[in-house]
């Protein structure tokens, strides 16, 4: 079964854009979370998303949001891109619930100049 | 205060010793418990997870889990070269997808 996978890979903004990062779950998983790991740092949670609903949101601006599709894919979207926006923005995989273990994929590495 | 809170290291070990990785974590009432690794570039992989008090092994990976001082560790036994990495331990409060993480533990194992 293939595992997570996150597109694009990397990419290189510039301040005050748009940028959309995509996740496929792994196959039979419903939930979704997004996390954004600065150097340094533990991965930071942002969104989850379980059955197309979200679930939580942790403390980032509101130029950050997400969505779940039906198929159970999720986007990440970072709207007026600052300097410190440059991360690795992880995407895992998870059933939810009692449990639930969360799996990541590659991750996009995001850099705004 | 932390959610999470590990030393950053680096913790240096030479090959074949034991390395032990510490965590605490300040939400009394979680649940459930993980330790992921990550290679420099890398995501982080899961190693293995605890929900009980007491020890869980898993090959050369022992999680020791104790609640009522909200401690959580990692032993690596026979470490090797390519067990040197940064490791991080992750708490999960509610049994969703919100992970408290820790800034990891970078670990060298010199040969």
């Known amino acids: 079964d293939a595992g997570v996978t996150q597109s694009p890979t990397h990419l290189i903004k510039t301040r005050g854009q748009h940028v959309t990062l995509r996740c496929s779950p792994i196959?039979?998983?419903?939930?979704v979370s997004w996390y954004q790991q600065v150097l340094g740092q533990g991965p930071q949670f942002i969104f989850q998303y379980y059955e197309k609903e979200e679930r939580g949101r942790g403390n980032f601006p509101d130029r950050f949001s997400a969505r779940q599709f039906p198929n159970y894919s999720s986007e990440l979207n970072v709207n007026a891109l600052l300097l410190g926006d440059s991360a690795l923005y992880l995407c895992?995989?998870?059933?939810?619930?009692?449990?639930?273990?969360?799996?990541f994929g590659e991750g996009s590495w995001l850099t705004v100049v | 205060q932390k959610e999470v809170e590990q030393n950053s290291g680096p913790l240096s070990v030479p090959e074949g010793a034991i390395a032990s990785l510490n965590c605490t974590y300040s939400?009394?009432?979680?649940?459930?418990f993980f330790w992921y690794r990550q290679y420099s570039g890398k995501s982080p992989e899961l190693i293995m997870f605890?929900?009980?008090?007491g020890d869980k092994e898993d090959g050369r990976f022992t999680a020791q889990l104790n609640k009522a001082s909200q401690y959580v560790s990692l032993l690596i036994r026979d470490s090797q070269p390519s067990d040197s990495a940064t490791y991080l331990c992750a708490v999960n409060p509610d049994n969703f997808n919100k992970f408290y993480f820790g800034s990891g533990t970078k670990l060298n194992v010199k040969p």
């Open positions: 605890i929900y009980s008090n």
């Open positions: 196959s039979g998983h419903k939930s």
């Open positions: 895992a995989s998870g059933t939810g619930g009692v449990g639930n273990t969360i799996y």
């Open positions: 939400d009394r009432g979680s649940q459930s």
